[in-house]
């Protein structure tokens, strides 16, 4: 595996950064342009293994601390998409691409349209997932009383409230290693109030912005996915979304909900590879991981990865 760089860059006076792991050698099979990877408000630069496994291979592999991020300078308050869509440009010319691969999930998922929105012809391919298109009154009173226990004092509250908000708890439901995910989301959301500080901020953010999906996309190709039981959004709203991407997918994947990145996360890693290494899709999958393991490593917010915590 070849060293990775991190690399500190600055945008509106904010500082942050990130980190690329160049191309494994020797390279197996054609390669594709650099990846870039944007995660949700606490996914930061360190938080995914899985993809340096799967696109290793065939890409660079980019991840970042945005501003808001990790060990990156808060955001001011009010709309900062502007500031973020330039620290993803600034990522892309200080690695010297003229195009890149581009992933976003979740809040990540809002940056990745605006930067494909307003720069398309920087992006490649465009793969989008567990997409806030639509968050309905309901969910919103969920985490503001998510919020109220922070406001209080009460971490411990607020993580659980936060975290079982962003999941589907329906036993009707089936979702791959759920109690696991429960319980990874709960620890990365009290670490990240403990360990980073401005975690709150970036979590009331990420929360409570209304991000700006409409106004389509063409010119790049696009995937979007679901998780099957995803309450933040639902797969028929995502699905909608899609269709404002010109000649896009959508897929959904089985048995998860919105944190389908830890709940099959090989299977994400892998469909991610196969698109932006134009292979079908919808190809056949990995086997799926052991049902008592998350990801190998998992993110621990503002600092490096830390080894899969025990269950």
């Known amino acids: 595996m070849p060293e990775e760089i991190i690399r500190s860059l600055s945008v509106h006076g904010l500082r942050y950064g990130y980190r690329i792991l160049p191309r494994a050698e020797p390279a197996h099979g054609p390669g594709t342009e650099p990846v870039l990877v944007l995660g949700g408000a606490l996914q930061g630069m360190f938080g995914w293994p899985q993809m340096d496994d799967h696109l290793g291979p065939v890409a660079d592999v980019v991840t970042a601390d945005?501003?808001?991020?990790g060990t990156a300078d808060p955001l001011p308050p009010g709309d900062c998409a502007g500031i973020l869509r330039a620290a993803v440009t600034g990522i892309i010319d200080?690695?010297?691409?003229?195009?890149?691969n581009l992933f976003g999930f979740s809040y990540g998922?809002?940056?990745a349209f605006g930067c494909a929105r307003h720069d398309p012809g920087r992006i490649a391919r465009l793969v989008l997932g567990g997409v806030p298109a639509h968050i309905g009154a309901a969910q919103r009173s969920y985490w503001h009383r998510a919020t109220e226990r922070l406001a209080e004092g009460d971490a411990?509250?607020?993580?659980?409230l936060a975290a079982d908000g962003l999941m589907c708890l329906d036993p009707d439901r089936p979702v791959h290693r759920r109690e696991l995910a429960r319980r990874y989301v709960r620890r990365s959301f009290l670490h990240a109030l403990s360990h980073s500080p401005h975690a709150a901020d970036s979590l009331h953010?990420?929360?409570?912005?209304?991000?700006?999906?409409?106004?389509?996309l063409s010119g790049v190709p696009a995937l979007v996915f679901a998780g099957e039981h995803d309450t933040v959004t639902s797969p028929r709203r995502q699905r909608e979304f899609a269709a404002t991407i010109e000649g896009s997918r959508f897929l959904t994947l089985p048995e998860s909900d919105h944190w389908v990145v830890l709940e099959r996360s090989d299977e994400v890693a892998a469909l991610v590879t196969r698109f932006f290494t134009d292979e079908p899709a919808d190809g056949p999958p990995d086997p799926p991981p052991a049902a008592h393991a998350l990801p190998r490593q998992a993110t621990v917010p503002g600092g490096k990865a830390a080894t899969r915590a025990d269950a």
């Open 66 to 69: 945005l501003p808001g991020m």
């Open 109 to 111: 998922a809002a940056i």
């Open 205 to 216: 953010r990420a929360l409570g912005d209304r991000p700006d999906f409409s106004g389509g």
């Open 94 to 100: 200080d690695i010297g691409a003229p195009r890149v």
């Open 156 to 160: 411990e509250g607020f993580a659980e």
